[in-house]
């Protein structure tokens, strides 16, 4: 299982209604009012959507507080991967870590090259300086699955080593919205141009829309250009053009999301680390990775599967093993019987 949100697997081995604790969306839900544009805009659906996104970059571009000339769209982040793998020479990514990274690198006969997170999934600067001109590093900022921000200075110590050897920073930043409030990307390398770096988000987890399919990314306008040249035409639908346009001004949903979200990471960490048999790592968003210390993850699976919860089996990130599983955090009710199945696991 290389992704989340599979309940269609399991809905057949639990009687009532499932929830997903394997994929981390936004609990409170889309933004107010979304539905209704939606349905204002099926119209738009005769019609090809803008060919350059003039009005979506737009509201993009206020959004993260850059200009339209930074910015790209895409079929979600993955495609915006997707195309920066294309351009690059050779790709480096830091394990355990999305498994698209890989994949998107496979599928298009690039190099990789792997570089090991510390045990405690911190990073070792010195690894780094062996990077070579036009190899493409990629890290998620949170990372995937640990849940681990960068912080500040790391970050600009590891951007000084890109900017030297020529190479270039793809910095995945798909759950940037629900970390604590400390740095942005976005104004951390906007002095310099965004000169080799591109930071990339989503309206996939934050703004509850994985079925809409939204990517967005900044990045110098030199590089804007590039990756112009791969990109397909039109591959952000109409409706995630509109949808786009509209969920980054309601501000009030933005703010409750993120202390609402920051309330209940606190409490389920908490609660999770008075629980024997498991081990539970420090999350700064919306998912808490767990090592299982006496069983494996097939068996936790099953377990938390008869309380109608589906989780994530981490075996797919190979350095993991198959004693990891990892949970997303949902409203409390939720969370609650998610520490209930806990409580019951043997």
Request: overall charge negative; some cysteine; charged content about 30%.
């Amino acid at each position: 299982m290389k992704h989340g949100g599979d309940l269609l697997t399991y809905e057949e081995h639990y009687e009532g209604e499932l929830v997903d604790f394997s994929s981390n969306i936004n609990p409170i839900g889309t933004p107010n009012g979304l539905n209704e544009v939606l349905i204002d805009g099926f119209n738009s659906l005769v019609a090809y959507p803008d060919i350059k996104y003039r009005n979506l970059k737009s509201a993009v571009a206020k959004y993260l507080n850059c200009k339209d000339e930074n910015v790209l769209v895409g079929n979600g982040a993955v495609e915006i991967i997707n195309n920066f793998t294309i351009a690059a020479k050779r790709v480096v990514v830091m394990t355990p870590a999305f498994s698209e990274y890989e994949e998107r690198a496979k599928v298009h006969g690039k190099e990789i090259k792997k570089i090991p997170y510390g045990e405690d999934f911190s990073i070792d600067i010195e690894s780094f300086k062996d990077l070579e001109e036009d190899e493409l590093l990629i890290l998620g900022n949170p990372n995937n699955p640990t849940g681990l921000r960068i912080p500040e200075k790391e970050l600009l110590e590891i951007y000084g080593i890109v900017k030297k050897k020529k190479a270039f920073l793809l910095l995945d930043e798909a759950f940037f919205e629900f970390c604590p409030e400390d740095y942005d990307s976005i104004e951390l390398f906007k002095d310099d141009g965004y000169k080799n770096v591109a930071i990339i988000r989503a309206a996939t987890k934050f703004f509850a829309l994985p079925g809409i399919r939204l990517g967005y990314c900044c990045c110098s306008i030199e590089k804007v250009q590039e990756i112009s040249e791969v990109e397909l035409p039109w591959s952000v639908n109409s409706l995630a053009d509109i949808a786009g346009q509209y969920i980054f001004d309601d501000i009030e949903y933005i703010n409750e999301s993120k202390k609402y979200i920051d309330k209940e990471r606190q409490y389920l960490i908490q609660e999770l680390s008075k629980i024997d048999g498991i081990h539970v790592y420090n999350s700064h968003t919306n998912y808490i990775l767990i090592k299982l210390l006496e069983h494996n993850e097939d068996y936790a699976f099953e377990h938390f599967l008869q309380y109608g919860l589906v989780i994530r089996k981490c075996s797919s990130f190979v350095e993991l093993g198959d004693n990891h599983i990892r949970v997303a955090i949902k409203d409390r009710e939720n969370n609650e019987r998610l520490l209930d199945a806990f409580k019951e696991y043997r």
